[in-house]
């Protein structure tokens, strides 16, 4: 679809009502080029100026996988975008630069079993997916967590474990885990999943109350935890058991 377009289409949502501004999106989504989208996406947002992405493994793999597959189809013409986009039930799928940045901070192996908590719409666990041997991802809220399940099995991400339940727990049964990433923001590091990480393992984690939110990245190494602050995020808070410390 070309530039001038795609400006006067939304220029016109603005103009009608819900129903027909969904109409439109809907038709804008099914004109879009998805792979042209995705390698500007790359070009521009995560190997641009000040944004620096490096890892080729992780640039490949945000080059591959289709992140309009994991929001809702009235939002689909804005899925290769620079900001995060709701999936429902108050949650969001994070802005692609955020999980490129976690994904290469993680630094993660062909060999590697990943834990993820907060699942969401199931894009991060499939990004990890392309990189690592097993990902185990849990999800909180139920329906998101059989929606991430069902298209995650859809696309063919044969290697992803999907589980509906408090993530602040980990997922002891599958553990040690050499990596570990979380996508919602408690405000300590929940020690069940300090407990689930190998000797040597990597987690990234955003710990805070919201607005005041840094991204932690740990290194657990003969049963000492080394951590730093890398970056300042903006994650919903997670909830269930991490709730009773607040």
């Not at 991802?137 to 929606?147: F, G, H, M, N, S």
Request: aromatic fraction near 8%; proline fraction near 7%; charged fraction near 25%.
């Amino acid at each position: 679809m070309g530039k001038a377009w795609y400006g006067l289409a939304a220029a016109a949502l603005t103009l009608v009502g819900c129903d027909t501004r969904s109409s439109l999106r809907s038709a804008m989504a099914s004109g879009m080029d998805y792979d042209a989208a995705r390698k500007r996406m790359v070009e521009r947002q995560l190997k641009g100026f000040g944004r620096d992405i490096r890892n080729p493994r992780v640039l490949e793999a945000m080059g591959q996988v289709p992140r309009h597959e994991f929001v809702p189809e009235t939002d689909r013409a804005d899925a290769y975008e620079d900001y995060p986009l709701p999936i429902g039930y108050g949650q969001t799928i994070s802005q692609p630069y955020i999980v490129a940045y976690m994904t290469e901070r993680l630094e993660p192996r062909p060999t590697d079993k990943v834990l993820e908590v907060g699942a969401g719409s199931g894009y991060q666990a499939a990004v990890l997916a392309r990189l690592v041997a097993e990902v185990y991802t849990i999800e909180i809220v139920e329906p998101l967590a059989q929606r991430a399940a069902a298209d995650l099995k859809r696309l063919g991400f044969d290697n992803v474990k999907v589980r509906a339940g408090d993530g602040y727990q980990g997922w002891p049964e599958a553990a040690p885990f050499d990596a570990v990433i979380v996508t919602c923001a408690p405000d300590h590091i929940p020690q069940p999943l300090v407990d689930q990480l190998k000797d040597g393992g990597r987690m990234i984690i955003p710990v805070g109350t919201f607005g005041d939110q840094d991204l932690y990245l740990l290194e657990k190494r003969g049963g000492e935890v080394r951590r730093k602050a890398v970056l300042a995020v903006r994650f919903v808070p997670m909830t269930g058991r991490a709730e009773e410390r607040r």
